[in-house]
């Protein structure tokens, strides 16, 4: 079920008051069967799957916690090896084929190989099967009970907010929030409401409104040159953005609403002013986890430079193929993971202090903004990658980012220049809606430096707070992208 | 001590639960209040019904609905009248074939077409209506107008969609722009006594002249994108055509000299060719755009694409009666 469906419009009013109407005991269960249904109206038979994970993991808890020694590890690595199984037959069983069919082609090697299978990835399998990890791992590391309710265990895995694009929770914030009743709270309730408002809007205004802009140049982009280029990656980096942290926005504020607290998943990510900022405010769910069970477990910062290196490259790699069976996806890691080395090369090589400016506001917010566009401009480079559909379309588009741009003073004179290389055909009125809603979102986020939405809100009078809550409301059912029921992109992962 | 710890209990408990009630009953009445505008707006969308969606009768005329809503949204508009009044004879295309008029069509040729042409029309367009008017009755007549400019992979608007969606999902005739613009239009339209004006350029010729020629058609063919796939599937719906025993021919309409010399400057001519050949390889083919008596007058033309009412008229003769002057057959 999508977040942006009338489907959801009640299923989740419908939950929700189940779910306060509902003595406690019976919460968890009106909860999973929800979720079950939540999960099951995509494709009902890969619930087995979900079932196999939660099976899985919730046995692996238990033996974990009663074993000793190198028994606790065998049951660790049985789970993983369990869980990373299901993932890479569904997710990358093809891909390694083809990459296998290539290795001997380009050898010249006729050696049998597997046959390709039509596999349809179950939807949001990357994320719950981190999630069932996650639980494994801090168990055996002892930062967590195991879960003896089955039920509830199967809850921490299925629960429909966060089910199918996270964020991606660990056990110590998420499970003992099912044991303990929540109260129907209407401030609390009312904030929940309120970042699901934001999340939709994101999503439905701006994501799918900037989507066939996008669309148009990156499904075939050596018709494209230049600015075109350049609107499609920029329109794409706030895609992206916003499809994504709209959905964790609603599904934080659907948890919200029921009295659940997930983890915050992005942090104003397009004002960081280096890399390695970026990453702590962008997907912060995936991020941390790749920190704590993959970075810090190769030996983190405290090896030697080099070691150092190859455990952020070797990070950053992984974290691409998580996103999706493609080189593109690894080539934009391998990227995040080479501006990083850079960045801390470079701030080695000048003692962090290149760019620190003392003189005088407007300098210190000049250097500031150049920061900001900087990264920006190095997270849009990588995008490309991201968003191409293969990499030799990747390529085209890398090498073809600045053409004809020296003329680009004089082509912006012409209306049909700007109706073909802008505007890609498409009406104008959709991108000054875009560009309308991106200016409401820079706002927003630019007010949020000083104080959370929330407070924002509650300090306006009743009358401009109602305004604004039109406003968005309005905003979403008449400039939302309802009737092309874009799916979300992080679903595909 | 058991008694007093149990009363202290459930008056946590009462005092819990009545919170929690004046909370819920709080979120209600706000939530109600805050729904009260959009009730209203709804209600507004039964009583206007733009589109004749909803009903086939409302506060506001046909006639001010045609001058708004139509304008705005000429797709949703016939899709919805088709819908309701079927006819299994068709003319699809762009404004050239829009502005051959239906009444025109049955006093010059006594045939009863549905002009399901749309301003703007492209392929993708025209071929989504051939499939739904199919869907929606047996056709047996259906006429294609295409040029250079519509025969182009790159014109991809597809305002197509719009209505099927409405009938998969009738919530989404209340909220769409367009709905909401025409519906408001109309009701100011009909309140007022007011033409809206919509669609209606309002400069004189000689600069419309100039807009049409070097911004909209140069637009077209600056971009020109052989569409491979539209001509598969003008392939197929002619193979559709042949199974269901619909007759099918194609239109290649008049354009002035000028926007025929353009097709020229933009080096279009072996495309031009091309559309010709593939077009007369599916169905028959009615060809007026060459430099003949029709296209060298500017008289005969509101703009460079758009011929004037007394060609409509030669056009749907020669078509319909198979006796052609101008055209070229193939």
Redesign the interface.
Known sequence: MLFNS?HFLIFFPVVTALY?LLPHRFRWALLLAASCYFYMVFRPIYILILLFTIVVDYTAGILIEKAEGRKRKFFLVASIIANVGVLAFFKYYNFLNESLRDVLSFAHLSLPVPPMLEILLPIGLSFHTFQSLSYTIEVYRKKTPPERHFGIFALYVMFYPQLVAGPIERPQNLLWQFHTKH????SR??AGLQLMLWGLFKKVVIADRLAPFVN?VYNDPH?YQGISLIVATVFFAFQIYCDFSGYSDVALGSAQVMGFKLMKNFDRPYFSKSIAEFWKRWHISLSTWFRDYLYISLGGSRVAIPRWYFNLFFTFLISGLWHGANWTYVIWGGLNGLYLIMEIQWDKLTGGNLFKFEGGTFGFWAVRAGQILFTFSLTCFAWIFFRANNVSDAFYIVTHLFSGLTTLPSDLQS??FI??NILM?H?KSEFIIAIVALLVLFVTHWLQRMDSGRNLLANLSTGLR?SF??AI?IAI????A???SQQFIYFQF | MNHSSSSTSNSEVTAETKKELFDVRRLLKRMALFSVPFVVYVLLIFAVDPFNFLTSSSFVSDDVKRSTAFQLNPCVWKMAEFDKVPKDKILLGDSRMQSLKSEDVKAVANEDFYNFAYGGGTLREVIDTFYFASKRTELKKAIIGINLDTYNDYNITERTKLYPSFKENPTLYFVNKTVLQSAFTSAYSQITKTDMKIGKPNVDKETFWKHELNDVMGGYFQKYVYPVKYKKELEELAKYCKEKNIELAFVIFPTHVDTQNLVKSHHLEKENQQMRTDLSAIAKVYDFDYENEVTTKKENYDDPVHFTKPIQEQIIREILSGQTKIAKTK
């Not at chain 1, 109260?183 to 209407?186: C, G, I, K, L």
């Not at chain 1, 059912?477 to 939302?480: E, T």
């Open positions: 009338f306060f109260y129907f709270d209407y309730v009312v148009t018709s209306l049909v109706k073909m055909q009406d109602w809550y039109y409301v059912l008449f400039f939302g309802f009737n092309e």
